[in-house]
């Protein structure tokens, strides 16, 4: 086996303080932001004159991250923000709450929006899909059990 564990997912977005603003308010901490920029960013990303604004958050515990990206040059593309969670691709990011009703009220003012419908799965999970900053969408369970 060659993965010894999984360091942070990325997601590119065009309003880095609307990323951490709602994302602060799901419960995620920032960890540090940076700018990123030279020979060395454009040959591992594959585009050369790149410059970004990058904001590492971390879930409470500390053990997933998300790095959100802001490009200053080159201009972002629409990569299907608004796409449905049956296209292919990265869909969505998935949080375990204390309190779903509680969690919703607060990311309310942040934008975010009932995809579907708040469902209940048997007695283990209330769970619901929003879409947050960009069009990101995030799935929210609260353990009943």
Same mark, same amino acid.
């Given at each position: 086996?060659?993965?010894?564990?999984?360091?942070?997912?990325g997601?590119?977005?065009?309003?880095?303080? =609307?990323?951490?603003?709602?994302f602060?308010e799901?419960?995620?901490?920032?960890?540090?932001?940076?700018h990123?920029?030279?020979?060395?960013v454009d040959?591992?990303?594959g585009?050369?004159?790149s410059r970004s604004?990058?904001?590492?958050?971390?879930?409470?515990d500390?053990?997933?991250?998300?790095?959100f990206?802001?490009?200053?040059a080159?201009q972002?593309?629409?990569?299907?923000?608004?796409?449905l969670?049956? =296209?292919?691709?990265l $869909?969505h990011?998935?949080?375990?709450v204390d309190?779903?009703?509680?969690?919703l009220?607060r990311?309310?003012p942040?934008?975010?929006e009932?995809v579907?419908?708040?469902?209940?799965?048997?007695?283990?999970?209330?769970?619901c899909?929003?879409r947050?900053?960009?069009?990101?969408?995030?799935?929210?369970?609260?353990e009943? $059990?």
């Amino acid at each position: 086996m060659s993965i010894k564990r999984m360091d942070h997912l990325g997601i590119t977005v065009t309003d880095l303080a =609307a990323a951490i603003a709602f994302f602060e308010e799901l419960g995620m901490e920032l960890e540090g932001k940076m700018h990123m920029e030279g020979d060395l960013v454009d040959r591992v990303i594959g585009i050369e004159g790149s410059r970004s604004e990058i904001a590492m958050m971390r879930t409470p515990d500390g053990q997933y991250k998300i790095e959100f990206s802001q490009f200053e040059a080159p201009q972002s593309i629409d990569g299907s923000s608004h796409a449905l969670v049956h =296209a292919l691709g990265l $869909r969505h990011v998935a949080f375990i709450v204390d309190d779903l009703d509680d969690t919703l009220a607060r990311l309310a003012p942040h934008g975010a929006e009932i995809v579907g419908h708040l469902e209940q799965y048997e007695d283990i999970f209330r769970l619901c899909y929003v879409r947050g900053p960009e069009g990101i969408l995030v799935e929210l369970a609260e353990e009943l $059990r």
